[in-house]
């Protein structure tokens, strides 16, 4: 494995594997990596044929009161995970590299940016675009990875490809779980004990979500308030949102039909933790991704 620093080196680096032919798969991190990093990691390895890896925590995406200088960092174990599952580059810049003195060029992808995330974390998808449409312009991959867990993340990028011709295909993979339902994410980290017991709150609220409209319950106020009931029993844990919205426009409806979004994003401690559920209805049947 390669591990490139300087934004001129990787550019040199793909244009000269994309002129010998090779296809190339991006997976985007911010490091502290788990499982669910490494399964986009894996996916992307079977699919292209050189999969380069990013590691950059970008300051743009976090708000003034939030965890930039907290997140977990570790880039001696991330190398090493890298480096065991055969990844090809690992791009890990410096700040400045990404944002020399001078930088005042950003990507807004609105109106899909705006609710849930974009309500709470005014600017993150701001951040989010801007770094994810520097980093396909360094890296110039056929196939870009995410995950479903951080679901409106996967809106606006695909958002961001379509509506600025980026010639690279999105992938958006299932999110991973531990044994007992919690979506793996960096932040975990911040969870004592006790936290990570309550925590499991988050996926029981989407069973709760799974369980009603397999009842035939299509209101999504009824949805949403049982869930809200649910998360409230656990005192450790303080909700920003759960929603029930249209799994294009994020749009908040009425009843569920189609294809519909159950996002949640919940405190536990310190962690700030995000969770969903995707729900396709067709002919009055539900099919559901956790
Ligand atoms: P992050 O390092 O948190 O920016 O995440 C990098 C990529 O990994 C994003 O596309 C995330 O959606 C994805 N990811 C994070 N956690 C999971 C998970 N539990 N399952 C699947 N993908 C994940």
Redesign the pocket.
């Known amino acids: 494995m390669k591990t490139l620093t300087r934004v001129a080196e990787m550019q040199t680096a793909a244009a000269g594997l994309r002129g010998a032919g090779k296809r190339l798969g991006f ?11 490494l ?2 990691v894996r996916r992307a390895k079977q699919e292209t044929d050189v999969t380069v890896v990013s590691l950059f925590v ?1 300051p743009a995406q976090f708000g003034p009161s939030e965890d930039y200088l907290n997140y977990p960092r570790d880039f001696e174990r991330d190398s090493e995970l890298l480096r065991r599952e055969g990844v090809d580059i690992l791009f890990a810049p410096p700040v400045e590299e990404i944002y020399p003195a001078g930088f005042q060029t950003y990507a807004t992808v609105e109106p899909v940016g705006a609710p849930l995330e974009g309500q709470f974390r005014p600017g993150h998808f701001r951040g989010v675009a801007t770094v994810v449409l520097k980093l396909f312009n360094i890296v110039q991959p056929d196939r870009a ?6 679901g409106q ?2 809106t606006v990028v695909s958002r961001l490809v379509r509506d600025l011709n980026l010639p690279v295909e999105i992938v958006v ?5 531990e044994p007992d339902g919690l ?5 975990n980290a911040y969870l004592n004990p006790d936290e990570r017991q309550a925590a499991r709150v988050l996926y029981q609220s989407l069973c709760r979500a799974r369980e009603l409209m397999q009842g035939g319950e299509r209101r999504a106020a009824v949805i949403a308030e049982a869930m809200r009931r649910l998360i409230a029993q656990e005192p450790q844990a303080r909700i920003d949102y759960v929603a029930v919205v249209d799994a294009e426009t994020l749009q908040p409806v009425d009843q569920v039909r189609g294809r519909v979004l159950v996002p949640l994003a919940v405190w536990i401690g310190r962690a700030r933790l995000l969770d969903n559920l995707l729900v396709e209805e067709k002919d009055g049947r539900f099919s559901f991704q956790f």
């Open positions: 997976v985007p991190t911010m490091g502290a990596l788990h499982e669910g990093h399964a986009l970008n990875y995410f995950g479903r867990k951080d993340q996967c993979c299932p999110i991973v779980r979506a793996m994410s960096s932040r």
